[in-house]
């Protein structure tokens, strides 16, 4: 369907098939869900992805139904059927709302809105813009813009001068430390790294609790393309207060691979990925007493410590558009907004 879009990267076929497996993706062990494959005659030319997240509906207290994983022709009555097949189970579910798109994949969410010439970067999808119109069409209404801002340290991104001293100054004034993860202990790094997360984003919207179980498999699924050095947790006094989660984007080598690992898409694959030299910050959290004391500033800046001389592209993706801690930073720090992803949902009853 997306073969000819030049935005499209076509995704490892083996990844895909663990996201709906619920032996390879905890996510599923609390949640309801159906599949659906749309055919016109005997080709298919729709799908669509519709759950019940427990754990999430548990914790806001409300009786939202998701879907995800949307694919469909340019054809509004095709998309109709997908979404009233949607709409239809999540009624049966006792859902009072349909919110999408909401992939069973974290930190994927949210269809393409602006910025569609930007190729997509590791875990994010890509979308054609008519999938837009095909929400609108069906009465879904805006819920969240999620904005993607980014640097090109090889195009002449220079940290403003001002972020050195005033970065020293912070470290001394709350004698904060930035360490890069430990691979040795990379488990126990992201139990932290999922604790923090817990603490620092509880008030933002779409948040739920991840549970320290979700360690292990974080670690199992990033463990082989991480760069350590890029994925930073400051500390107090040894007290983890932070931390900063860049990884590297392998859409610049999978974009070559048509989806295959095997037989010689492992080798390009492990090949490539030390060479990486574009970034993905994918996640970011400050303890809530720590936060507006310029923590996240002087993250930013051990990171362009390290991307400088690799002269970088560096991306920072999905930040809520009433995050203004988040905003302000990456305006200060004069990354360019290049592309929003929109969230819609649509009430469905009472």
Not at 39 to 57: F, K, Q
Not at 185 to 191: K, P, S, T
Not at 308 to 332: C, F, H, Q, T
Request: charged share 25%.
């Amino acid at each position: 369907m997306h073969r000819s879009s030049p935005g499209w990267i076509p995704p490892l076929k083996i990844e895909q098939e663990k996201i709906f497996n619920p032996k390879k993706n905890s996510l599923l062990q609390h949640c309801d869900y159906r599949l659906f494959l749309l055919y016109e005659t005997d080709r298919p030319i729709g799908r669509i992805a519709v759950y019940v997240d427990h754990a999430a509906n548990k914790y806001w207290q409300a009786k939202v139904g998701f879907f995800g994983h949307y694919e469909c022709s340019d054809d509004p009555g095709a998309a109709a059927v997908l979404l009233e097949t949607a709409e239809k189970w999540l009624k049966e579910q006792g859902m009072q709302m349909m919110r999408g798109q909401w992939n069973l994949v974290s930190q994927d969410i949210g269809f393409i809105y602006e910025g569609f010439d930007l190729p997509p970067t590791v875990l994010s999808s890509y979308n054609p813009p008519y999938y837009n119109d095909h929400m609108v069409r069906y009465g879904m209404k805006k819920a969240r813009d999620l904005l993607v801002y980014n640097v090109d340290l090889s195009k002449g991104y220079k940290l403003p001068d001002r972020f050195f001293p005033f970065t020293e100054r912070i470290a001394r004034r709350y004698r904060v430390r930035v360490r890069t993860i430990n691979m040795k202990r990379l488990v126990e790094d992201a139990r932290i790294i999922v604790w923090l997360t817990n603490e620092s984003l509880k008030d933002n919207w779409g948040y739920y609790p991840v549970e320290e179980t979700e360690a292990e498999h974080i670690a199992a699924d990033l463990k082989m393309i991480l760069h350590p050095e890029v994925v930073l947790i400051a500390e107090v006094e040894g007290k983890p207060i932070g931390y900063l989660l860049a990884i590297p984007d392998v859409n610049d080598i999978l974009k070559h691979m048509q989806g295959r690992l095997f037989p010689w898409g492992i080798f390009k694959l492990l090949r490539g990925i030390k060479k990486i030299n574009r970034y993905r910050i994918w996640a970011m959290g400050i303890l809530p007493e720590y936060q507006k004391r310029g923590i996240s500033v002087l993250m930013f800046r051990r990171l362009n410590d390290i991307a400088a001389p690799r002269g970088s592209y560096i991306e920072a993706n999905w930040v809520l558009e009433d995050n203004a801690l988040m905003n302000n930073a990456l305006i200060k720090l004069e990354f360019d907004l290049v592309k929003k992803y929109r969230i819609y949902e649509k009430e469905i009853g009472r």
